[in-house]
């Protein structure tokens, strides 16, 4: 699933949560600052602590959760779900799924069985800061 024009520009400004959970359920979260998106992978750029914290939890289970970091956990209220890999360094993630974590009647929705149009088209109708402003 195509990420909208919104969810990556929070995503790659102000990165991302990721939160994974171990085979007896111990849940990890990770911050991330650095990251980008290319189409429905989201590559995450982490530390040698972080990616020794959750190397042995991803052999075991590879499916973890991402929030937007920052600011962008509560402009932009999404929760993104994949599969994950550790490449060269990287998190890389293939996102299947997308939950709008916002707040009232519209929690819980899974947005990404819309298609991207009516997706982008409810990012576009709900919020008018399409994209975040700069930190910086």
Not at 41 to 69: F, H
Not at 80 to 106: D, F, H, M, Q
Request: glycine share 6%; proline share 5%.
């Amino acid at each position: 699933m195509k990420l909208t024009p919104r969810i990556k520009s929070w995503i790659e400004s102000f990165g991302v949560h990721v939160a994974l959970s171990d085979e007896k359920g111990q849940i990890t979260i990770i911050v991330a600052e650095r990251t980008s998106v290319d189409e429905d992978v989201v590559t995450i750029d982490l530390s040698e602590q972080q990616r020794n914290q959750i190397e042995e939890i991803l052999l075991k289970n590879d499916y973890v959760a991402l929030a937007p970091g920052q600011l962008g956990a509560i402009r932009a209220p999404y929760q993104l779900k994949g599969s994950a890999r550790l490449l060269n360094g990287y998190l890389e993630v293939e996102i299947s799924e997308i939950y709008c974590t916002k707040p009232g009647p519209e929690a819980g929705i899974r947005l990404d069985v819309l298609g991207y149009d009516d997706m982008k088209h409810y990012d576009e109708s709900r919020w008018t800061d399409l994209a975040p402003v700069n930190p910086s």
